[in-house]
């Protein structure tokens, strides 16, 4: 059975930051394109970050450019996600997901997803 777990998630101050990690259980990371998404309340979801299989080039959405960071360590079978100079406009539901475009940053149908993990930035 093929998992994917969100975690680190919290409440952050703006400026802060935080580490997401996504794990997964059954399958390899490391082959696959990740791509991790956000959705805040009444907004469609957005494509954050995503990182490519074999040569880890990585990429961002503009809204977060030069204030995350994505990687993956294959040996712990597991995707990061930090997340500098946090923003309140950040607040989401934050989601990693298999399968994905990259670049763009968007979802191929029939991917694993995780449970998200949610991000809150207010002072």
């Not at 030069?66 to 100079?85: C, E, H, P, W």
Request: net charge positive.
């Amino acid at each position: 059975q093929v998992q994917l777990v969100e975690s680190g998630g919290g409440l952050v101050q703006p400026g802060g930051s935080l580490r997401l990690s996504c794990a997964a259980s059954g399958i390899a990371l490391g082959y696959f394109r990740i791509g991790w998404f956000r959705q805040a309340p009444g907004k469609e979801r957005e494509g954050v970050s995503c990182i490519s299989a074999y040569d880890g080039r990585t990429y961002y959405g503009d809204s977060v450019k030069g204030r995350f960071s994505i990687s993956r360590d294959n040996a712990k079978n597991t995707v990061y996600l930090q997340m500098n100079s946090l923003k309140p406009e950040d607040t989401a539901v934050y989601y990693c997901a298999t399968d994905v475009v990259c670049p763009p940053i968007s979802p191929i149908g029939g991917g694993y997803w995780g449970q998200g993990t949610q991000v809150t930035v207010s002072s």
